[in-house]
């Protein structure tokens, strides 16, 4: 019932389409006729689109429009079904005619936009979203979208301006705002409007944040400061002024001060996590050169969700670990692997600091731990034969060699380095004449490998 009621309404709207004189000149058996007949067409149309045959559906569409040749209606369904098939240009026209037959319906002109949009034709998206944004506001984000995607940063700025005005920031377009913001030539003017709004209502934070990550980003950290304190000022209780603080006595050595705002910071409810982390990895870099904040480290680190720290952990060992400071690298890789067991990679870095660092005893069982987990991974088999050499337990090294030289698939530098601690292993052992043939076969390997 819902259908033929749709349809009935279609086809009342497609007859007012139709020049009234076409009605004086015609018998009224003859318009019923043909009454019936575009409704039994339009909706085998809908039905052959509703189970994808878009070819059948055009079909029956045509013999509307040769009854109604100016139905709006039509030509829309004509121009999804070309949309469906990804004949584009038949759809484009389609939609543009149904808009000039009926300039007000929206619906009409989103078609056209979708066709832009999946041809990737940016330029007459635009063209076709400015007559939507008079239709209908909301299409003013999609226009900032498009001026984005055809570098048209000038108007993209003034748009966005325009909404935060209007409806308020959102995640998007802020990244659009800083995109755009990396250019100085849109920063200076951006400044300048910044300070005139602080001016004129010094209790608007967000201008006050806007400007200091422009100061900071352009390497103003004078200025950036004094913003935050002209903030802190305003607003006592503002979290979003300890960002500006941080930096500032971050870039003065000043690592007390600097802990000081940071902890504020990752504290804030408000502040975004991105922010927080981008703080957290400029005190990492500070840390590496002023060992005596590690404590601060940590406690920075326990600040983020768990599912944040194990990421954080694993991504502060790896910096550690670049940087050759095993002992810290292993701090961090240890929490990390205890939370996460099961991932391969960051236990072979842990295992291979505590090469670097000379820690055999403990290589040795965290080692053997592993294998008890993943009974196949080779690298595992060779860091315990390592280790058991370290500590002259040579018989444990072979075994545990010997077993995961089976598991090595295309992996030369490891076959290589299994078969030098094999070597030293039968060297431990007294088997010169295996030592002498595990160290050729290595050597014969690094030859190949050249």
């Not at 292993?330 to 291979?352: C, R």
Request: charged content about 30%; overall charge neutral; aromatic content about 14%.
């Amino acid at each position: 019932m819902k259908i033929k009621k749709y349809l009935l309404q279609l086809f009342f709207f497609g007859m007012l389409c139709v020049p009234a004189k076409v009605f004086a000149q015609t018998e009224p058996d003859d318009i019923a006729l043909a009454e019936d007949a575009f409704q039994d067409n339009f909706y085998e149309s809908l039905k052959q689109k509703g189970i994808e045959n878009y070819d059948k559906a055009i079909a029956a569409l045509e013999k509307c429009l040769k009854m109604q040749p100016q139905n709006a209606v039509v030509y829309y369904e004509l121009g999804k079904n070309y949309l469906s098939l990804k004949d584009y240009k038949k759809a484009y026209e389609s939609f543009s005619q149904a808009s000039l037959i009926d300039p007000k319906n929206k619906w009409f002109y989103v078609g056209m936009y979708d066709v832009c949009y999946q041809t990737k034709d940016y330029a007459q998206a635009i063209v076709v979203v400015n007559k939507l944004v008079g239709m209908d506001m909301k299409y003013k984000e999609d226009l900032t979208s498009l001026y984005m995607y055809t570098d048209q940063y000038d108007k993209a700025l003034a748009l966005i301006k325009d909404l935060e005005d209007t409806v308020g920031e959102t995640p998007q377009r802020n990244a659009y705002k800083q995109q755009i913001l990396k250019d100085s030539k849109y920063r200076i003017g951006e400044k300048d409007q910044l300070l005139e709004a602080i001016k004129k209502n010094p209790k608007d934070e967000s201008k006050y944040i806007a400007l200091i990550y422009l100061y900071s980003e352009s390497n103003q950290e004078e200025k950036a400061y004094e913003i935050a304190k002209k903030l802190e000022k305003e607003i006592p209780d503002s979290e979003f002024a300890q960002v500006g603080l941080f930096k500032f006595h971050l870039n003065n050595n000043d690592g007390g001060k600097a802990v000081i705002a940071m902890n504020k910071v990752l504290e804030s409810k408000k502040i975004e996590d991105e922010v927080k982390r981008k703080i957290l990895k400029e005190f990492l870099v500070f840390v590496k050169n002023n060992p005596q904040f590690n404590t601060d480290l940590d406690k920075a680190v326990g600040y983020f969700s768990n599912e944040d720290q194990a990421t954080l952990t694993k991504d502060v060992g790896r910096i550690f670990y670049a940087r050759k400071n095993w002992e810290r690298a292993i701090h961090y890789l240890e929490i990390y692997s205890k939370n996460n067991p099961q991932e391969v990679e960051s236990n072979i870095f842990l295992l291979q600091a505590y090469t670097e660092n000379k820690q055999f005893d403990v290589l040795a069982k965290k080692a053997s731990e592993l294998i008890d987990f993943f009974p196949m991974q080779p690298d595992f088999y060779y860091y315990s034969g390592l280790a058991n050499n370290q500590i002259k337990n040579y018989k444990k090294a072979k075994d545990f060699l010997e077993m995961g030289m089976d598991y090595i698939v295309d992996n030369r530098n490891l076959e290589i380095n299994f078969n030098i601690q094999l070597g030293e292993a039968f060297n431990g052992l007294g088997d010169a004449k295996k030592k002498e043939y595990y160290f050729q076969k290595a050597d014969q390997l690094l030859k190949q490998k050249k």
